[in-house]
């Protein structure tokens, strides 16, 4: 048997130290990318909160409410994975874009994934606590979400109260200037006991309507009933996202209209992307979110 010559196998020992060198190489890439974007979504991404501003035009808005601001916040869920530092960084933001009115769309709290689903609930009290930093000309208006209705809505309510936050459950608050009017409505979440024809009787047929409600979907709904606007979050625009795909989940009732601006029928629809993280810790191409909306006569 002829003995391969050094020249003759130096190629094939450099042809397995090459596949191996790369395979290891590749691995450690892959693991390093891995490890580079886990941490971009969990510690940075989600810290990164975006201030989206929108002019939107209202019919019968009167002259007085032109420039009218209304800053939104959605979905902190306070717990295990959002805390004092992300929801104090939203605030810090929403107070200096020196709105007429905060409008707070719900889930303040997360359903624990075992156990006692009321022990939720008491996360209501560190979150209100840091949402009462919110300043405003008009105040606070906050309604509750899906999971503030799975943990204890009462308690949820009442803590966001005594921190100094209006609470609206199928109500209105009517705005008066210069003999102009705007009624705010809120309803109560749409999966637990929404009675939009309970909020509607606070609201005169001639006030322009901004509707706040925690799921955006309910907009097919409430587009029929003469609202000028809704504000919803629920979605956090789908939380982790692959560019140019539609998201992979969504939570029933926002799986039509989860983020940005809708017109539905008559009706304006703007969905916030919330602040909060659900399921996992991290987001990904969906950061957390503060809107600045500023009202306009059409």
């Given amino acids: ?59 019968r808005l009167g002259e007085a409410f032109d420039g009218f601001k209304i800053a939104l916040l959605s979905d902190f869920h306070y717990g295990p994975y959002t805390g004092e530092r992300e929801i104090s960084s939203a605030v810090q933001k929403a107070n200096a874009l ?31 606590k840091v949402l009462s930093g919110l300043r405003s000309r008009l105040g606070s208006f906050a309604v509750l979400g899906n999971h503030d209705y799975t943990t204890d809505p009462e308690f949820v309510a009442e803590a966001l109260r005594a921190h100094g936050t209006n609470v609206l459950r199928n109500s209105t608050r009517v705005f008066e200037q210069a003999g102009s009017r705007l009624s705010l409505m809120g309803l109560n979440d749409a999966i637990g006991a929404a009675d939009l024809d309970q909020a509607l009787k606070g609201a005169s047929t001639a006030d322009p309507k901004i509707l706040l409600v925690h799921e955006p979907d309910y907009a097919d709904y409430s587009s029929r009933f003469g609202i000028d606007v809704q504000f919803s979050g629920h979605s956090h625009g789908g939380q ?24 539905v029928g008559q009706l304006q629809l703007y969905t916030n992307e919330g602040i909060g993280t659900i399921g996992v810790p991290f987001r990904f191409c969906s950061p957390p979110e503060v809107t600045l909306v500023t009202l306009r006569p059409a």
């Fill in 240 to 263: 982790v996202r692959i560019p140019g795909i539609h998201p992979l989940w969504l939570p029933y009732l926002a799986r039509k209209y989860y983020k940005g601006y809708y017109r």
């Fill in 98 to 128: 020196q709105p007429d009115v905060i409008a707070l769309l719900g889930d303040f709290v997360s359903e624990p994934l075992e156990g006692n689903k009321r022990s939720g609930a008491k996360k209501a009290e560190p979150c209100a």
């Fill in 1 to 59: 048997m002829a003995v391969p010559s050094l020249d003759e196998s130096q190629p094939q020992t450099a042809a397995r130290f090459n596949r191996r060198t790369f395979l290891r190489r590749a691995s450690l890439l892959t693991g390093t990318a891995a490890l580079g974007l886990a941490g971009y979504s969990g510690l940075i991404e989600t810290n990164e909160i975006e201030v989206r501003k929108l002019d939107i035009r209202v019919h």
